[in-house]
């Protein structure tokens, strides 16, 4: 059980600080952080995260890189789905926090996009469907290439939070402006429940195209990098 509370204790702080960033932070009068605090606050909830509870659960904090490191050899089976459960509650409270936070506001109107993710008019820069599953599917299986060759028994001991953290940062500098970046199931459930309508019913692609690309980054690392 300690795994299942380290997953969903990092996926919320993931949710929560990330998305959090997004919604309260970025383009606050003057002192916004912009698409690059918010893409540093992501990078640092995995990194901060990862010291924490790492040595407990592994710190996958995202269905699609648990099923990643499944097929890379790096998790098994019977846990994929516990940690699944654990990551997707871990996001949608946080999600929930954020909800009660922001209509808490004393000139609320509207919770607006609520930093989930999408395409077409529903992408920060219009980029339509294909453009986002290509996005979502490469930044995933990177940083699934990331993740492994990061906590290879012969990687330098101790750094991996930092390359994976960073790792993120990059994969949202990236892509903030084309689907405001997923690469994780659970973060992209969480908020399209609370944002509703065509979020909700996009919500799919950030299902299938970050699992497709961990899938596929896990079988490259196991067939090609996996054999000291």
Known sequence: ???????FFGTFWLVFG???SAIFAAGFPDLGIGFAGVALAFGLTVLTMAYAVGHISGAHFNPAVTIG??????HTAKEVIPYIISQLIGAILAAACLYIIVTNNSGFESIGGFAANGYGEFSPGGYNMTAAFIT?????MFFLLIILGSIHKNAPKGFAPIAIGLGLTLIHLISIPITNT???PARS????LFAGGGYLSQVW?????PIAGAVVGGFIYKMLFDKE
């Open 1 to 7: 059980m300690k795994k299942y509370f380290a997953e």
């Open 18 to 20: 990330g998305c959090g």
């Open 69 to 74: 490191l499944w097929v890379g050899g790096n």
């Open 136 to 140: 979502e599917f490469l930044l995933t």
């Open 182 to 184: 997923s690469v994780n």
């Open 189 to 192: 459930m969480s908020q399209a």
């Open 205 to 209: 692609l950030f299902w299938v195209a």
